[in-house]
Nanobody, 115 residues
Framework: QVQLVESGGGLVQPGGSLRLSCAASGFTFKSSPMSWYRQAPGKERDLVASISTGGRSTNYADSVKGRFTISRDNAKNTVYLQMNSLKPEDTAVYFC????????WGQGTQVTVSS
C-alpha cells in the first residue's frame, strides 16, 4: 500500500532553515510527480511546491518562491523540501502528497517558526 512518511519538522527561529523529507513506498516513485502542502491552524491546506518525475520541473507558491526548494532522490524514494529564511507565517503542518487514482497523504510534520 502507498505510504508517505514525513520528517524533519521542528521549532526554528525566524530566518532559520529546516529540511523536510518524505520517504515513499508502495508505488513506483520515479514515475510519480510529488508535492508538498501545508496547513496552518484554522486554514485550508495549500500547495507549497511540486516536482516532476525527473526533478527538472518544479513549481512553487508565490509565498515561498526564492526561499524554499523542492528536490527528489529517485534512488532513495524520497522527496525533500529545503526551507530557508523561514518566517512566522510559515508555521504549519507540512504534508507530502502523491496523486494516483486518489490522493495519498503522509501524516504531516509540524514546523513552528517563532522566537
Amino acid at each position: 500500500q502507498v505510504q508517505l512518511v514525513e520528517s524533519g519538522g521542528g521549532l526554528v527561529q525566524p530566518g532559520g532553515s529546516l529540511r523536510l523529507s518524505c520517504a515513499a513506498s508502495g508505488f513506483t516513485f520515479k514515475s510519480s510527480p510529488m508535492s508538498w502542502y501545508r496547513q496552518a491552524p484554522g486554514k485550508e491546506r495549500d500547495l507549497v511546491a511540486s516536482i516532476s518525475t525527473g526533478g527538472r520541473s518544479t513549481n512553487y507558491a508565490d509565498s515561498v518562491k526564492g526561499r524554499f526548494t523542492i528536490s527528489r532522490d529517485n534512488a532513495k524514494n524520497t522527496v525533500y523540501l529545503q526551507m530557508n529564511s523561514l518566517k512566522p507565517e510559515d508555521t504549519a503542518v507540512y504534508f507530502c502528497m502523491v496523486r494516483r487514482v486518489v490522493d495519498y497523504w503522509g501524516q504531516g510534520t509540524q514546523v513552528t517558526v517563532s522566537s
